[in-house]
C-alpha cells in the first residue's frame, strides 16, 4: 500500500506459495511497489523473505516471521520489519466488539471526532444480493463461481480505497485500483488507464505516458487483465455510463452498494452487456 491506499492486493488462488502471492501483488502495480508498505496476514518464510528483497520497499508488517526470514530482510537497507499479533480481533463485521477501537480524527479548530470503525454486513457470498430487482427489472445472468469470489475480493480491498473508489479484481489480483477521484464515471476511466498502462509496462510496450492509452489507439493493443475482471464500487452508480464504460473493456461482472434513483437503468446496460451484478445494500466509502 502507499499512503493508506492499496496499490497492489493478492489473495490465494490454486496452490500459489506465499511469494508467489506476494509477488503477483506487487507485479499488479510494480510502479506503485516501489517504497511501499507490504502487510501479510500469515507468517513471512524464507522464500517470501527472498520475494520481498528483490525490490524496493519500505516496511513490511506480519503476524510472525519464520526462522531464517529475518536474517534474509536484515540484508535490506532501511527496511522495517513490523511483527503484530490478534489478528482475528480485529473488527470486521457488524456485531463485532468494538470496545477501545475507535477512529479519531482532529479538526483544525481542536475538536477531535470520534467513530467506530466501519464494519460490513458481508461475511460471504450468502450475504450478497445476486437477483437485484428494480421496478420489474433484474439481472438476467448469474455470477460464476471465480466471479463471486473476485466480487468479495473487491468488495473488502475497497474498504481501504478513498471514495470516489472503483477496485477491478481478478482471479484474486488487484488489476487496478481508481481512488479519491470527484466523480465515479471517472474513477471507472482512471481505473482502465491504469490497467492499460500496468499492462503494456509489464509487457514492453512502448508509449508515451503523457497520452497514457491514446498513444497506443490504432495499434489494436487490448487489456487482458480486464477481460473477466470484476468492478467494485464503494457506492451506487448515479448512471448507467460506468457499466457501458468498463464493458467496453470487457469487464464481466460488477459488485456494488444498489439505491440509486437509475438503478433501473444500470440494470438494464449490465443485461444488455451480458454482465451479472450482485448487490449488498451497504456503502463502504472511504472519506479520509
Sequence with gaps: MKHLVPSGFATQFGEASLA?????????????AFG????FNKPVDRDCAEALSES???????????EGAMGILDGKRDLRAVLFSNLDRIPRFVGDDTQGLYDLKVLPTGRAIVQKPYLTSIHGVQDLVLDPMVNGKAVGRDPTARELEDMLTAWYVNFGVRSNGIVFVKDGVTVAVGSGQQERVGAVEQSIIKAFQKYMDREGIKYNSLYGILDVVGREVACPDLQGAVCSSDAFFPFRDSIDTMASVGVSAV??????IRDEEV????????MAMAFTLERCFGHF
Excluded: K, M
Design 20 to 32: 508467489d502471492i506476494y509477488r503477483r501483488a506487487r507485479d499488479a502495480d510494480a510502479r506503485s
Design 267 to 274: 440494470i438494464d446496460a449490465v443485461n444488455e452487456r451480458g
Design 36 to 39: 511501499s508498505v507490504v502487510v
Design 255 to 260: 459488485i456494488q452498494p444498489g439505491g440509486s
Design 56 to 66: 524496493y520497499i519500505e516496511c513490511v508488517a506480519a503476524p510472525e516471521y519464520e
